[in-house]
């Protein structure tokens, strides 16, 4: 009784680079930053008038109020501001390096496990091919064997 070996096979190809589907990923990150708190600083303080001074401070450096809410309670003041333009720049410029990246390294992946795929079928294909050959080459010897024997020995005769 022999096991069956599921076979391996391949489906498909690898993905190649496709320069709009980065640009989809670049574009949902950054609204994705836009959408979110990372587009934010938070201003904090436990002084009021301390952290009054330091959103002055950074709305005259650029940075604009945000809709979340302001937390105004006691020796806990904070909120966050919609950071400069520049910052935001220079944190989008950061995002679209990220994204080519990490899509880079998803494609690499890919095609290095389609190889390591391909490795393996070819491996397994061989393996059953040499299988294959031995038992045919089992059952010759055994066949051969079998007419050694035959030859060796008279048939058994028995008188009635």
């Known amino acids: 009784m022999t096991a069956k070996v599921e076979r391996i096979t391949i489906k498909g190809v690898p993905p190649q680079y496709d320069p709009s589907r980065l640009e989809e990923l670049v574009t949902a990150a950054k609204q994705h930053y836009m959408n ?35 937390n105004l309670g006691p020796i806990n003041f904070n909120c966050h501001l919609i950071k400069s333009p520049e910052l935001q720049a220079t944190d989008l410029a950061q995002i679209e390096v990220d994204v080519k990246a990490k899509y ?57």
């Open 36 to 70: 979110s708190t990372q587009c934010c600083i938070v201003v904090r303080s436990g002084i009021g008038k301390e952290f009054l001074q330091l959103v002055a401070d950074n709305l005259n450096q650029g940075c604009t109020m945000s809709a979340f809410p302001l």
């Open 104 to 160: 880079v390294e998803s494609l690499e992946s890919e095609h290095v496990r389609h190889k390591e795929l391909l490795l393996a079928q070819l491996i397994q294909t061989e393996d059953l091919k040499a299988a294959k050959k031995a038992e045919q080459a089992k059952e010759k010897l055994l066949l051969e064997l079998k007419k050694q024997v035959e030859a060796t020995y008279t048939p058994l005769v028995i008188p009635k």
